[in-house]
């Protein structure tokens, strides 16, 4: 396969070889994607036919959990079918389908952890003004440039990715199509546009990740002023779930992106990939809802039991 042109389809990254341990992978993923599937699914009724959660902290959510459906429904299932067919391949428009997916909501679900930094913020060190600043219009406002800059910036990636030449094979060291991965089967007279694209990536998630960091520092800075212990328990209890999504989500993410990759990669690596393209959708209903009395009041409101 010399160029672009002739590439039909990736082969991609198994777990194993073994028939008995691809059908253990199957289960695994299933198992995993279901209940990811049921968590965000619960989740976004609960706040959708819920009016005690229509709030701006609540919106955001729901927004989130739709996210986590669509991001874990682009790598999990392929991957399900290929261990299920004993077969590895997938398709070159598979292959651009998948990255523009996975990017389109890795990038609108950073944008909108961002604004529910900011949320968090206006809630607690703009307590006075938080009704005018967050009312109903700007969350619509800012949760529709998040979907916005998100189909922005995955075009921008699919775009400059695949109109690459593929010169190095059509073997992708992954379990989904991953852009460091496209990048090692490219030529190197036009790889160097990807780095650009990739530099200019990873100035704008610092940048939302500085954002974050200030405003979590103005906002414990304001908690620690509060003068009664429950005043003080309220606000971590409402900081704490999304500091911890952010972490994970970061944290994981830049080991999986910044990582040279190699031919043959490590365990290490693949466990982190796993984790923030498969764990993440599945924990960050988990974490939202395990200290939230608001959402286990409205899943129990929508379940119908006392």
Not at 75 to 91: D, E, F, G, H, Q
Not at 211 to 228: A, D, E, H, M
Not at 230 to 244: D, E, W
Request: hydrophobic share 50%.
């Amino acid at each position: 396969m010399s160029n672009g042109n002739t590439l039909t389809e990736f082969l991609l990254l198994g777990f194993s070889d073994v028939w008995e341990l691809k059908i253990l992978h199957f289960v695994e993923f299933l198992v995993i994607y279901m209940a990811a599937l049921m968590r965000n699914f619960l989740i976004f009724m609960a706040i959708a036919f819920d009016h005690h959660l229509h709030t701006p902290m609540y919106f955001f959510l729901m927004n989130l959990s739709l996210l986590d459906l669509g991001s874990i429904s682009v790598t999990v299932p392929k991957s399900m079918a290929n261990s299920l067919m004993n077969n590895r391949s997938i398709s070159y428009a598979g292959c651009v389908a998948q990255v523009f997916f996975l990017l389109f909501f890795f990038g609108v679900d950073f944008s909108l952890l961002t604004i529910m930094a900011y949320d968090r913020y206006v809630a607690i060190c703009q307590t006075l003004h938080y009704d005018t600043m967050m009312n109903s219009r700007a969350c619509v406002q800012m949760a529709a440039g998040a979907w916005i800059s998100g189909i922005l910036y995955s075009v921008l990636h699919t775009g400059n990715t695949f109109t690459l030449t593929f010169c190095g094979g059509n073997m992708v060291d992954q379990f989904f199509c991953e852009i460091p991965h496209l990048l090692n089967l490219a030529c190197s007279n036009s790889y160097l546009n990807e780095i650009g694209v990739l530099a200019f990536s990873v100035c704008l998630v610092l940048g939302c990740f500085i954002f974050i960091t200030v405003s979590y520092v103005q906002i414990f800075k304001s908690v620690l002023r509060i003068p009664s212990e429950q005043g003080r328990h309220k606000a971590f209890s409402i900081c704490l779930p999304h500091l911890t999504v952010v972490s994970l989500f970061v944290c994981t993410g830049i080991f999986a992106y910044l990582k040279p990759t190699s031919n043959s990669p490590s365990p290490l690596y693949l466990m982190a990939t796993v984790l923030y393209s498969v764990f993440t959708p599945i924990m960050n209903p988990i974490i939202y809802s395990m200290r939230n009395k608001e959402i286990k009041a409205a899943l129990r409101r929508l379940s119908g039991c006392r």
